[in-house]
């Protein structure tokens, strides 16, 4: 597995590859790239899709994609393969493929789309556009990692007062598959209806303000393999559910500092972040709190603050498209909850350590 | 420790690769018909927060990646290094919101004009005084984002 990064690693750099390669004037190939060494303290893993437990692990977070993107005039076409963390190199994932075309400032586009929910929702996977090594947990990972839906958008560009650039999307998604591996003995396949919903973004000369809303119909099914003794496979059924979400977050540039917060408020869960950065030189350290509240549904009867973590980091540029990342992050779950961990753990309480490196083309 | 220690000795070697040199610089069009910039409208282009100006859909020009008129462009400009610029046109690019400008093939003023010729909704930048006559000039850096 670590070879096979190297493996793209050197591909990428033997093209010359330092921006992205242009094959024709119109037609870009891009990509991009993390590995990492991590490892926790606690025997339960951490993080749902990457599993992260106290035994040193070298592919846990191993990701590399390719894009494709061909413009021409008001017409472009793109497509995105991600081998993600949680895939064999040899089953990546179609992450986007989709035909846009704009008419003065709205562009349209069909086909598979990248979930727009969150500040860095659609380039979830690009840790070197992050200051983080990964994505604030809570948050991005509330939908079970869920990043992309097949069907239809709208951007609409427009400007306000010459100075502020608002961006207003409507998206429509309609059936689609997922199975989490969530551990060795349990998976949740999710089986969405429809989705719809609308995000907004105003962007300013130092700051970032995101906006979503959506409304989702799905059936969920938990598969449990070998967990209950005597029993070796148990599929429980959960048809006709519905997951509504709100989110805000707001990212301001104030000279070095980079400070940002996000808050997602839904009928399962309500989780938070908040984050700052600052940059000297090519070194970024950066600090990071979150928190997730678990809701009463028909699944649990707890109601309450069920996970937290607190990431310091140190991010460097060891090149302008090459980045590490190290960082130290401390979780906790409470009320017998899972918070951050993939099951309940027996040990509410972990501290991961992670060695990430990052790169663009 | 020691890796850490060693990180934060080399960024304060390299410190001295972003000095200042008195140079201004330009963003301009060969197309008449485009108008000035506000300082946070240049901004928010070279950002790829803007994308169209008078409802024309602009394309931007980048000198190669190792070029000193780029690196001072942006520093001046935004306050930001190559690697910040890097990081910020990733999360753009791969979230399909915006096209990085294109990077010339070579650093020269004559190829810079040519792929600016090409099309009129083609914006560059460069230092002021290697400016053609015929050049609108949109806005002009001097010392910012410092």
């Given at each position: 597995m670590k070879m096979d990064f190297i493996k793209a690693y050197l591909l990428v750099v033997s093209f010359g590859a330092?921006?992205?390669?242009?094959?024709?004037?119109?037609l870009t190939l891009s990509g991009f790239g993390s590995t990492s060494w991590a490892k926790s303290d606690n025997d339960t893993p951490l993080i749902i899709n990457r599993s992260i437990s106290d035994d040193n692990c070298w592919d846990c977070d191993t990701t590399f994609g390719l894009q494709l993107d061909y413009f021409n005039d008001a017409f472009k076409a793109s497509t995105q393969i991600v081998k993600r963390p949680q895939d064999d190199w040899s089953d990546p994932e179609l992450e986007w493929a989709y035909l846009g075309y704009a008419i003065g400032e709205v562009e349209f586009r069909a086909g598979r789309l990248r979930l727009?929910?969150?500040?860095a929702s659609e380039y979830y996977y690009v840790s070197h556009a992050y200051k983080y090594a990964r994505p604030p947990e809570e948050l991005y990972?509330?939908?079970?990692?869920i990043t992309a839906y097949n069907g239809f958008n709208a951007v609409w560009n427009f400007d306000v007062y010459d100075e502020y650039q608002v961006s207003i999307s409507p998206f429509i998604a309609f059936e689609d598959d997922n199975t989490f591996d969530i551990s060795k003995t349990f998976d949740v396949a999710v089986d969405v209806e429809d989705i719809v919903g609308v995000s907004a973004s105003v962007n300013g000369d130092n700051f970032k303000w995101n906006f979503a809303y959506f409304d989702a119909n799905y059936d969920q099914k938990f598969i449990l393999r070998n967990a209950i003794p005597g029993i070796p496979y148990l599929e429980i059924d959960q048809p006709n559910r519905n997951f509504e979400l709100y989110s805000f977050g707001a990212e301001y540039e104030l000279g070095q500092w980079t400070l940002a917060a996000e808050r997602q408020l839904g009928n399962v869960r309500s989780t938070w972040y908040a984050s700052a950065s600052y940059r000297y030189n090519q070194l970024s350290p950066y600090i990071l709190y979150g928190e997730t509240k678990t809701k009463r549904t028909d699944i649990t009867d707890f109601d309450g603050k069920s996970g937290s973590s607190f990431v310091a980091g140190l991010r460097y540029d060891i090149r302008y498209n090459l980045s590490v990342n190290v960082e130290w992050q401390s979780f906790k779950s409470f009320g017998g909850q899972r918070g951050s961990f993939v099951e309940t753990p027996q040990d509410s309480d972990a501290n991961m350590y992670t060695v990430m490196f990052s790169f663009v083309f | 420790m020691q890796f850490l220690v060693l990180l934060i000795f080399i960024s304060f070697l390299s410190n001295t690769s972003y000095a200042q040199t008195g140079h201004s610089y330009a963003v301009f069009t060969?197309?008449?018909?485009l108008p000035k910039l506000s300082k946070s409208k240049a901004r928010m282009l070279f950002r790829g927060?803007?994308?169209?100006?008078q409802g024309t859909r602009i394309e931007l020009s980048d000198w190669p990646s190792d070029h000193k008129i780029r690196n001072e462009f942006y520093q001046k400009l935004l306050g930001k290094d190559k690697a910040q610029m890097n990081a910020h046109w990733a999360s753009l690019s791969f979230s399909g919101k915006a096209r990085p400008p294109k990077e010339i093939k070579q650093d020269s003023m004559e190829v810079l004009l040519l792929w600016l010729e090409a099309n009129q909704n083609r914006i560059g930048y460069a230092p002021v005084d290697a400016l053609p006559k015929h050049a609108n000039v949109l806005y002009v850096v001097q010392g910012e984002g410092l």
């Open positions: 330092n921006a992205a390669v242009e094959i024709t004037e119109d727009p929910v969150f500040l990972n509330s939908i079970l990692g | 060969l197309n008449q018909d927060r803007v994308k169209s100006l």
